[in-house]
């Protein structure tokens, strides 16, 4: 987790020309999420939000499964990243917690249907300095593709 001073989340040059992991982990790991759900569909990822507890900040989002889980770090266990994410935001806001929420993977995009989920408000890729979906494809371009899902006999 990343927290970016708020000048720089409000100036659209700044905003981009942070490196992409920061850039995919404080502000847009939506597009990142979209990007990879749009390149591997049917292998039973979906888009989860961590959705903080009323009173506080630090969205997230990833694309998930059962098993595994996609954002700027690449790939983790889905339980794992989880974790981390709680342990890294009491780090900066103490008492932080949250739900885990699934979304339809058209809302990573769209800022009407985004807006439709109390306490989510979400940049459509367009609405950054330049669309920000090239660069979420481009970031996974870094990574393997994810492993298979496992299926018992």
Same mark, same amino acid.
């Given at each position: 987790m990343y927290v970016i001073a708020k000048s720089v989340k409000r100036d659209p040059g700044a905003r981009w020309n942070l490196p992409d992991r920061v850039f995919f982990a404080a502000g847009a790991c939506h597009i990142l999420a979209w990007a990879f759900l749009e390149r591997y569909p049917g292998l039973g990822f979906g888009a989860l *939000? !961590?959705?903080? +507890?009323? $009173?506080?900040? $630090?969205?997230?989002? @990833? +694309? +998930?499964?059962? /098993? @595994? +889980?996609? /954002?700027?770090? $690449?790939?983790?266990s889905r339980a794992g990243l989880i974790a981390h994410a709680r342990r890294k935001a009491n780090? *900066? *806001?103490? $008492? *932080?917690?949250?739900t885990i929420q699934p !979304?339809?993977?058209e809302v990573l995009v769209s800022e009407a249907l985004s807006r439709r989920h109390e306490g989510l408000w979400l940049r459509e890729p367009g609405q950054f300095l330049h669309d920000a979906l090239p660069r979420a494809r481009a970031f996974l371009d870094r990574f393997p593709e994810p492993p298979a899902l496992e299926t018992t006999p």
């Open positions: *939000w !961590l959705k903080p +507890a009323s $009173g506080f900040t $630090g969205n997230h989002i @990833v +694309a +998930a499964r059962d /098993d @595994v +889980a996609f /954002d700027y770090h $690449g790939y983790s780090r *900066w *806001w103490p $008492g *932080w917690s949250c !979304l339809r993977p």
